[in-house]
């Protein structure tokens, strides 16, 4: 059995926009939840509903008053739309201080594993572009060895490195179930701003070859783009942080 949750935007998920209501003895959910992936091959789909008492997470079995549009992300990745108009709903966690607790956790973890993916997207163009500069040559000499190409490359480990390391410290405090906002905050600034530089760069560096999608470097971009989408725009990701920073005493 295979089942699906809305990934897109963790900002969304706070406020869940579709409305759950007790009909007799059971639920319903109406509205709409875009870019659930896999949700046209899910057998149950888990969506964040809010209720008067407050979010809750509910499990969707696709059928009647369920109807999916089959949708393609960026990076190629199967997407579904789905639109609810009063379908049967089982609650996975109860509406209230459970349920926001839940909304809540999702969103952190979701966030952190997106940035771990983005770790490795990054990590993934940062070779291609040493192997490529190391070899590829021009004026008789490695393009590596060029002062502009060696220092797009260095800024672009460095951009690597910090994916990398804001990424695992939000899953490492996550793991020990220590306070983790703020770490998910930065890995998500990193994952966006930083990232793209690094495949800005990637693609750059191998010039014309880098547009060719019959070479694998496209993949690193698209997969990048449709990361920062996932997450939100890292503008967010920093007004986030800065506001909790601010609530911090001096």
Sequence with gaps: MTAA????????LVAPTVRATMVGEGWTLTGERPFVPYAAEA?????????????GL??????????VTPLVSTNRAPLGHLDLDGASAVPLVAPGPPGEDAVAWLI?????????????VCEGALRRMADHTSTRQQFG???AEFQAVSQRAADAYIDTQMVRLTAW????R??????ADKEVQAARFWAGDGAMRVVHAAQHVHGGIGVDVSYPLHRSFLWAKQ??????TPTRALVRLGAALADEPV
């Design 141 to 143: 000499k490695r393009i």
């Design 108 to 120: 952190h973890r979701g966030a952190a594993a997106w940035c771990a993916v983005q770790a490795g």
């Design 169 to 172: 410290q939000a899953v490492f």
């Design 43 to 55: 057998d149950l789909v888990l969506v964040p509903a809010s209720t008067d008492d407050g979010a």
């Design 5 to 12: 949750l809305e990934s897109t935007e963790p900002d969304r």
């Design 174 to 179: 996550l793991s020990q179930g220590w306070e």
């Design 227 to 232: 990361v920062e989408h996932t997450l939100g």
């Design 58 to 67: 509910f499990l969707v079995e696709p059928g009647d008053g369920t109807t």
